[in-house]
Each structure stands twice: as C-alpha cells, then as structure tokens.
C-alpha cells in the first residue's frame, strides 16, 4: 500500500457533506483547524513504513463503532480488574495501528490541547463528519456481541449489520474493506481441512487457491498461525477486486465467499465487481453512516487527553 492511501480514500469521501444531524464537516475549522493535516501525516508516515497499517485503521475503525458506537472504547488499555476491549481475541494480538493513533494525539494536544476526541482521530482518516466525544467504558466480552465472526453466513452479516441501521447493500459493499489486509490461516482452515462430514474441503473454494493456501496453511501447523493477504490480486490496494475474487469462489473467509454464494447477495457482489467507480461512491457513504453509529455528542463523554485511558 504505497502513502497515497489515506489521501485517495479522503479524496473520494471528501464530497459526502453530511452523515448525522449531530456530526459536522468542519467541525473543528475555528478550534483546531491542522486536525485533519496532522492525522493524515501520521497516517501516511506509518503506511510509508508498514503498508499493513493502512487495513489495520480501517479495521480499528469498524471495530471501534460496531462496539458501544464510534467512541473510541477501542484504544482504552485495561485497568485492575477491568479487561477492555483491546484484549478480546478478534483484537488481540491482531488489531494494529495503535501508535499512529497515540502520535497523532500527542502533536493535536501539543496544538489544540483537549479540542480534539481520540473517536474523531479514528474517524477522521476517513474525512467523514466530525464532533464525536470519547467514550468511559471498555469491556473485554462486548466485542463477542457486536463484531461479525469470520463464519458467519449472509444472513447473519445481514441481521448483524441491521442491528448498527447499515441496510444489507452497506453490508456487502462495507466488506469490501477486506480488499487489504490479512487474516490468520486459523480463520479459514478449516475450509481447507475440516469442512463437513461429506467434504474435508469447501467445495465452493476454487481448488488452485485452496492447494496455494495449503502451502502455507499447513494442518496441525502448531503454535505458528501465518497470515496470508484477504486479497491475492491487489492485497495493498483498496479496490473492487475483492467482489471479483468471490465470483471466481477466491474469497478467503466464510465471511466473504457467502457474499457470493447466497441469493440475496449475489447480485449486489457481481454489481460491484463490473463497476470499481459506482462501488467507491457507496463505499464513501457506507463509510460515512458507519461514522455515525451511537456517538458521543455535546456534552456527553469526554475528550481524552490521551486515547489509552480515561481522563
């Protein structure tokens, strides 16, 4: 993923003015008018060094709002007898990005001191509408009952994501953000090895990728869990090719191959795939919705001096 990525994804959001009647575009334009220069600095510094970083934001992000809304519960560190968050296993160890956020905080509150809430740092790489306050609360076990698990079919991604007010189309079109990054051989090997009674392999697993992720997803590989890019064609690319690996039954996870797979979806993948541009316009506004989920506002939480712990 070269540094452009946040920029490309901040130009094609950019244009959606608003998204909550509670959130503004230029929120912080009299308060702290560098906000979005400084996130983006941040942001590109650490995609220059670390390409990955770029899907980990992203997924921070969507982890972040599906749990208690957009409020920055996600960056709370655990306290004595409080586990948070950060510690439940669909974010430990695998949730990446932390510092970038701590970095950027630290220079915003070295220029606009307590202006700018750690919720709006996550969301701002986005360029979506600002003013989210900083959550109080962080719980290691609210991740199991808010975040999709890799196996979930299209009819509980569809009932998962309702539940947030996304529609079924945002569903499909949000996992497009599965075009980047990676996953651990743990999240899909048993499509490879353990599928059913009838087939040890997922028959709707095109057979030349389930022998190349056999290669390095080895059964019974021990303690090693590697990782293998959600995207084969363009991994460091945010693009419309992940809806045309489904078609070809190339999807990595349950998650994703269902998108395909299930009538209610079907067509929605195959519109996806034939048009990269109609695609990123929904992305942007899906995006932008998400943004929006059960956030803090005026006087309502707080806004962290620093993003690891409440003030």
């Known amino acids: 993923m070269r540094t452009s990525f946040f920029c490309?994804?901040?130009?094609?959001?950019?244009?959606?003015?608003?998204?909550?009647?509670?959130?503004?575009?230029?929120?912080?334009?009299?308060?702290?008018?560098?906000?979005?220069?400084?996130?983006?600095?941040?942001?590109?510094?650490?995609?220059?060094?670390?390409?990955?970083?770029?899907?980990?934001?992203?997924?921070?992000?969507f982890?972040?709002?599906?749990?208690?809304?957009?409020?920055?519960?996600?960056?709370?560190?655990?306290?004595?007898?409080?586990?948070?968050?950060?510690?439940?296993?669909?974010?430990?160890?695998?949730?990446?990005g932390f510092e970038v956020i701590d970095e950027a905080k630290a220079e915003l509150e070295s220029l606009c001191p307590q202006k700018v809430s750690c919720a709006d740092i996550l969301a701002i790489n986005y360029a979506v509408p600002a003013g989210r306050r900083d959550g109080l609360v962080s719980l290691e076990d609210e991740p199991?009952?808010?975040?999709?698990?890799?196996?979930?079919?299209?009819?509980?991604?569809?009932?998962?994501?309702?539940?947030?007010g996304l529609s079924l189309d945002?569903?499909?079109?949000?996992?497009?953000?599965?075009?980047?990054?990676v996953s651990h051989c743990s999240s899909f090997s048993s499509r490879l090895?353990?599928?059913?009674?009838?087939?040890?392999?997922?028959?709707?697993m095109d057979t030349k990728l389930a022998s190349e992720l056999k290669a390095k997803c080895p059964n019974n590989g021990g303690a090693s869990d590697p990782t293998v890019p959600l995207d084969l064609v363009t991994p460091n690319r945010l693009d419309n090719k992940y809806y045309s690996n489904l078609k070809n039954h190339r999807g990595l996870l349950t998650s994703d191959q269902t998108l395909s797979n299930s009538p209610s979806t079907a067509n929605i993948v195959r519109s996806n795939a034939n048009n990269g541009g109609a695609w990123a316009n929904k992305?942007?506004?899906?995006?932008?919705?998400?943004?929006?989920?059960?956030?803090?506002?005026?006087?309502?939480?707080?806004?962290?001096?620093?993003?690891r712990v409440v003030n």
């Not at 950019?14 to 942001?43: D, I, W």
């Not at 709002?65 to 974010?91: Q, Y």
């Not at 090895?193 to 709707?204: E, G, K, L, R």
């Not at 942007?284 to 006087?299: C, E, Q, R, W, Y």
């Open 8 to 61: 490309a994804m901040f130009l094609f959001i950019a244009f959606l003015n608003s998204g909550s009647a509670t959130l503004q575009v230029g929120f912080y334009r009299s308060t702290c008018p560098s906000v979005e220069s400084v996130v983006r600095k941040a942001v590109n510094k650490a995609v220059a060094r670390n390409p990955g970083i770029g899907a980990g934001l992203l997924r921070m992000h």
């Open 63 to 96: 982890h972040d709002c599906f749990v208690r809304g957009c409020d920055a519960s996600i960056l709370l560190d655990s306290t004595p007898g409080n586990p948070s968050e950060k510690e439940h296993p669909a974010n430990n160890p695998s949730l990446r």
């Open 144 to 164: 199991s009952q808010n975040l999709p698990p890799f196996f979930f079919n299209a009819q509980q991604l569809e009932a998962n994501f309702a539940r947030k």
């Open 170 to 181: 945002e569903m499909v079109t949000l996992s497009g953000a599965h075009s980047i990054g």
């Open 193 to 204: 090895y353990t599928f059913n009674a009838t087939h040890t392999q997922d028959p709707s």
């Open 283 to 307: 992305f942007a506004a899906a995006m932008v919705k998400m943004g929006s989920i059960d956030v803090l506002t005026g006087s309502q939480g707080e806004i962290r001096r620093n993003c």
